[in-house]
């Protein structure tokens, strides 16, 4: 079975600031890795995912994820963020053999102080 | 534009009276699911379908009910709500095995008093 933890439910940050959103997981065996965001009051959307290939993946809005097979890890990170990063920010993972079914991560509220 | 699309947006109601929360999306996905969302918990998935008459549960059915009779629509049922099933509902479509990702409705808030 596959889990996903994600160590922060919320992180303040100053505008302008860098952040990073840690997302760790188990499994038995090979999965992908995702990142979506959920702005206030709306559905879910992709940000990022790692499915093969280079460990640093880019998304959108600026942010990038580093996929750690070592440390079962894959940490979101922006360099500089906006107010309108604000939002709920989910890690998942799915079986490689089985990627409709995602595990997910209880989520991460990213605060933007100005 | 490519949607998924839920109904109602914002639902309060009272325990036992049956409720359907529609879910329709135009991207032609075969795969479709229900999640709800609860505070600290993340999503859980409740109900999937593969394709037109397949569907299966997920992490956490008890209480729902799901029927796939067109490919692009996806509605959950509650036959006797009760107030552990208040939740922020979300239906998601994925193309196809190798698109890798889900699209999401914007949430249905259940209120069950």
């Known amino acids: 079975a596959q889990s996903v933890t994600q160590l922060d439910s919320q992180v303040p940050v100053f505008e302008e600031a860098p952040v990073e959103l840690r997302c760790n997981y188990s499994s038995s065996v090979s999965v992908y890795l995702f990142w979506y965001v959920q702005y206030p009051n709306q559905g879910l959307q992709l940000l990022l995912k790692?499915?093969?290939?280079s460990t640093l993946v880019k998304g959108i809005n600026g942010f990038e994820a580093e996929f750690n097979k070592s440390q079962t890890s894959f940490h979101l990170r922006k360099p500089s963020v906006h107010i309108s990063d604000t939002a709920e920010y989910f890690c998942a993972v799915s079986r490689m053999d089985s990627n409709y079914q995602l595990i997910w991560g209880a989520g991460t509220k990213l605060i933007i102080k100005p | 534009e490519a949607q998924v699309t839920q109904n109602p947006r914002y639902l309060i109601t009272v325990t036992g009276k049956k409720l359907t929360v529609t879910c329709s999306q135009n991207m032609n996905h075969e795969y479709m699911s229900w999640y709800r969302q609860d505070p600290g918990l993340g999503l859980r998935q409740i109900y999937y379908s593969m394709n037109v008459e397949v569907t299966d549960k997920g992490d956490v059915p008890e209480g729902y009910k799901v029927s796939r009779k067109e490919k692009r629509n996806f509605p959950l049922i509650l036959e006797s709500p009760s107030p552990n099933q208040t939740s922020l509902y979300f239906c998601a479509s994925q193309g196809s095995i190798n698109s890798y990702e889900q699209y999401f409705g914007p949430g249905t808030r259940l209120t069950v008093t």
């Open positions: 790692y499915l093969s290939g």
